[in-house]
């Protein structure tokens, strides 16, 4: 059986949280931070085929973003059972059982 305060639990959970932290990075630079106003009047015809395929690309974006929001709160509800160190809690995580 694994030592659960191993040093292999250890580097999971640092690998873990280091690619919880650059997702959290990435998405916050990607995030609006100016108003969107789009230009008057319809899109001329020449570039429909460009805004139907990036409305296309939005969607499968928003699609992917479901499951990625479904994987963080599975994430969370996993971090959320680590115990507060202050509450008396059992020093290690039973991760097994």
């Known amino acids: 059986m694994a030592d659960p305060g191993g040093s292999d639990n250890l580097a999971a959970w640092i690998?873990?949280?280091?690619?919880?932290?650059?997702?959290?990075?990435?998405?916050?630079e990607q995030l609006l931070v100016e108003e969107f106003?789009?230009?008057?009047?319809?899109?001329?015809?020449?570039?429909?085929?460009r805004a139907r395929a990036t409305l296309a690309r939005q969607q499968m974006l928003i699609d992917g973003l479901r499951v990625?929001?479904?994987?963080?709160?599975?994430?969370?509800?996993?971090?959320?059972?680590?115990?507060?160190?202050?509450?008396?809690s059992p020093a290690f995580l039973d991760i097994e059982g």
């Open 15 to 28: 690998a873990l949280l280091d690619g919880f932290e650059r997702a959290i990075d990435a998405a916050e």
């Open 68 to 88: 990625s929001r479904a994987n963080v709160a599975r994430e969370l509800a996993a971090l959320r059972r680590v115990p507060d160190p202050g509450a008396g």
């Open 37 to 49: 106003v789009p230009p008057p009047g319809p899109p001329p015809t020449e570039v429909l085929d």
